[in-house]
């Protein structure tokens, strides 16, 4: 039995995140006030852990992010929304083979990337049907 630290209780050595820096290869918080105690951070900090959640899932940290803003003028590569008229952060793109960043694109912009494949025949492809697909102007659509 470990006694928590924060909540004083006895609990199974299960309770306990392990930790293999400390001596009792466990945290002394229990995983009960240890959640607890992260997300009372989360709360306060959203802007540091949307940043911390960035680099964790692209590698791109804080003022990376913040100077391909700034170079960007604060709008989406492709489309020019600004993020104060999205109302959104914009999504690291970066190319799936090289692993390199693109820049900062908005989600519909990002995910249109995406559902092409990052292919530019079908980008290609998808301009010219937008350009000259009328077979069916007789039709009206609603």
């Not at 959640?35 to 911390?52: A, D, L, S």
């Not at 709008?75 to 929304?81: H, Q, V």
């Not at 912009?109 to 000259?132: P, Q, R, S, V």
């Amino acid at each position: 039995m470990i006694q928590c630290t924060k909540c004083k209780e006895f609990k199974n050595q299960e309770e306990f995140y392990r930790d293999k820096q400390k001596s009792s290869r466990h945290r002394p918080d229990c995983k009960t006030c240890n959640k607890i105690k992260c997300r009372e951070w989360t709360h306060k900090n959203p802007i540091q852990r949307r940043f911390n959640v960035l680099k964790s899932a692209t590698g791109v940290n804080r003022d990376q992010y913040l100077e391909i803003l700034k170079l960007q003028d604060g709008k989406c590569a492709i489309c020019n929304i600004s993020v104060k008229d999205n109302n959104r952060n914009l999504s690291v793109d970066h190319c799936h083979v090289e692993k390199i960043v693109r820049g900062l694109l908005c989600t519909k912009c990002n995910f249109g990337i995406g559902y092409f494949n990052d292919d530019e025949t079908l980008l290609l492809k998808a301009i010219y049907y937008l350009h000259n697909n009328f077979k069916y102007k007789k039709i009206k659509y609603k």
